[in-house]
T-cell receptor, first 114, second 113 residues
């Protein structure tokens, strides 16, 4: 079974621009979670989508948004990029039901904002 | 929000040595997960634990779900250079429904050949 895939793997953007990252979950997984990882802050939860609905949201500004499609693929968007948005963005998929908390991560998208 | 205290933050060990790290919380958890992350990659799930007192192995790795349900331990036996990386614990709090997993800040393991 193919793992979680994320595209692109690397991205360089300029401050003020916007960016869209994509995540394809493991086949059959209905939940996709997004995390921001920086050296000083560890894994910070952004949001989770389940069956096309945002089920949980972390403590990030409204510039960070996401969505999930009917095939469970998910995208996250960051508008008006700031230098501090430079990070590794990880998505993780899981079955999404009760007692199915095992999350499987993709390789991440490394975003650099200049 | 809820935090997991993971220790130690970093470790330097000789190849062949055994390694122990742990994760503690003030809340009760019903699931503990251990991940390993290599540089530039996403975390990889190593072991999942679902019952208090449960002891689960994956090769040279052994993890335990603490009896109090507030802690978990990961042991690596006979470490090798490819064990280098960051190890994260994560947990699902009891009666928290579908709230997000809580992650520790990681233990960075370095192995000296």
């Amino acid at each position: 079974k193919a793992g979680v895939t994320q595209t692109p793997r690397y991205l360089i953007k300029t401050r003020g621009q916007q960016v869209t990252l994509s995540c394809s979950p493991i086949s059959g997984h209905r939940s996709v979670s997004w995390y921001q990882q920086t050296p000083g802050q560890g894994l910070q939860f952004l949001f989770e989508y389940f069956s096309e609905t945002q089920r949980n949201k972390g403590n990030f500004p409204g510039r960070f948004s996401g969505r999930q499609f009917s095939n469970s693929r998910s995208e996250m968007n960051v508008s008006t990029l700031e230098l501090g948005d430079s990070a590794l963005y990880l998505c993780a998929s899981s079955l999404g039901g009760r007692s199915s908390y095992e999350q499987y991560f993709g390789p991440g998208t490394r975003l650099t904002v200049t | 929000g809820q935090q997991l205290n993971q220790s130690p933050q970093s470790m330097f060990i000789q190849e062949g040595e055994d390694v122990s790290m742990n994760c503690t919380s003030s809340s009760i958890f019903n699931t503990w997960l251990w991940y390993k992350q290599d540089p530039g990659e996403g975390p990889v799930l190593l072991i999942a634990l679902y019952k208090a007192g449960e002891l689960t192995s994956n090769g040279r790795l052994t993890a335990q779900f603490g009896i109090t349900r507030k802690d978990s331990f990961l042991n690596i036996s006979a470490s090798i250079p490819s064990d280098v990386g960051i190890y994260f614990c994560a947990g699902q709090m009891q009666n928290s429904g579908n709230t997000p997993l809580v992650f520790g800040k990681g233990t960075r393991l370095s192995v000296i050949a």
